[in-house]
């Protein structure tokens, strides 16, 4: 299948941005379709290896993401694994005390972005061990813990301390 090409009227200021389409769904849809038969050791490799070669690409650039999780990876038709949404990304801070925001989503959070203490890009490697967790059971590590339960007491004192 040929790329589709798009004519853009050179007259107007258009700001474009073209992306990959990737027809493979997120990577958390297709460890729920797989949760009952699990995925082969293999295929696990090979998604992790897809997903570590991504962050460290982006750590190369200074790039945190903040947000890793399986919803934030789609496929390609080969079932290759693109890291996406880099809505709360940011250039990491040359001063550790300017990364303090608690961004990203609970169950994948680092505990240090959790009580909001100075973090880095270890805050994407600790979500890529909750991914990694993830694709090999196929299932999400405290998958039953209620937005509640995460905002108690209880779970602070397990959880960071």
Known sequence: MAPESVKIDKTQNVCC?????????????????NRIKKLPLKVVVRIALDIA?????????????????????????????KITDFGVSRVEAANLSEMT??????????????I??????????????????EIYCCSMPFYNITSIEESSPAFYKVCCE
């Open 101 to 114: 925001v608690r961004t990203g989503t609970v169950g994948y959070m680092a505990p240090e972005v959790f």
């Open 116 to 133: 909001g203490i100075p973090y880095d890009r270890k805050c994407d490697v600790y979500s890529f061990g909750i991914c990694l967790w």
């Open 17 to 33: 941005l073209v992306v990959e389409y990737l027809a493979g769904g997120t990577l958390k849809s297709y460890l729920i379709k």
């Open 53 to 81: 070669r991504g962050l460290s690409y982006m750590h190369s650039l200074n790039i945190v993401h903040r947000d890793v999780k399986t919803e934030n990876m789609l496929l390609d038709k080969e079932g290759r694994v």
